[in-house]
């Protein structure tokens, strides 16, 4: 079978195990059926998600002209707290920001590879852990914009981690904890503006990837050095593919990256 496109953030579905899918221009791709089977990737070009030119991509998917020109590229979206649609101030387009911005937020902790703290869209959870390669994760605060969301995330990662260590998460080096206490301890640093959104619930979500087997260590794919590979597909984790000779490979940070898939 062989696959053609360019590559996007795989598209997820909640279950035992997670369902993976790669959604091309005119097909798509269950990964999970994939598993113990040879797969082979294969640099074609590189594809602005975008403008679609080919030139080198920048940032999440996007060329240097667009990363930079683009409301969807804005500061706001890595850094939440610097969102200002809220005060109908503009940064790129008012019209996507407020779109964007205004709309419930969840700050919420996961444990991917140790505790850390995030923030996303509601409409984004499950799909955001999931993303991360989280194996539970729990609610702290809804808020009704980003900007509530970013400085809460803000306050709490000055008591709590709020990156993921890929390697720890990919060899699943991690430990289960006590999401539920772990919340309750940092319940005293939402800041003022937040304390009223604070989610009382007990709900603790596990998540389970469909990975056969673990790489006891780890070796990144570049597919600017290495433009064709071929390996068993062990697992999925997060937005990385395992393989049986412990490559992994970043799906989401190849974003923009035009690509075929051969598979045996």
């Not at 909640?14 to 040879?38: A, R, S, T």
């Not at 990363?67 to 939440?80: K, V």
């Not at 697992?235 to 000779?245: A, N, R, S, T, V």
Request: charged residues 25%.
């Amino acid at each position: 079978m062989q696959y053609e496109g360019v590559l996007r953030k795989m598209q997820t579905e909640i279950g035992n195990p997670i369902q993976y899918y790669m959604v091309f221009e005119n097909d798509f791709l269950n990964v999970n059926q994939v598993l113990d089977k040879d797969l082979q990737i294969s640099f074609i070009k590189f594809q602005c998600l975008n403008c679609g030119q080919d030139r080198p991509i920048y940032r999440q998917g996007f060329c240097k002209n667009c990363f930079f020109e683009i409301p969807s590229a804005g500061d706001w979206i890595m850094r939440p707290e610097l969102s200002t649609a809220h005060l109908d101030k503009e940064d790129r387009d008012l019209e996507y920001e407020k779109k964007v911005q205004l709309q419930p937020h969840i700050v919420y902790l996961a444990n991917s590879s140790n505790i850390k703290v995030g923030v996303t869209r509601k409409g984004q959870v499950p799909t955001r852990w999931i993303d991360q390669g989280a194996h539970e994760a729990i609610e702290i605060v809804e808020v009704p914009n980003r900007y509530l969301a970013g400085i809460t995330e803000v306050a709490l990662k000055k008591h709590v981690g709020d990156k993921t260590n890929w390697r720890k998460m990919l060899t699943n080096d991690v430990q289960d904890e006590n999401l539920v206490t772990w919340r309750n301890k940092l319940k005293a640093y939402i800041p003022k503006e937040a304390e009223e959104y604070f989610i009382a619930s007990n709900t603790e979500t596990n998540l389970d990837f469909p990975v056969l087997q673990y790489p006891a260590k780890v070796k990144s794919l570049n597919l600017s050095k290495t433009p064709t590979y071929s390996g068993k597909l062990k697992g999925i984790k997060g937005q990385y593919f395992i393989f049986e000779d412990n490559t992994v490979f970043n799906v989401r940070g190849n974003e923009g990256i035009y690509v075929s898939l051969n598979i045996e």
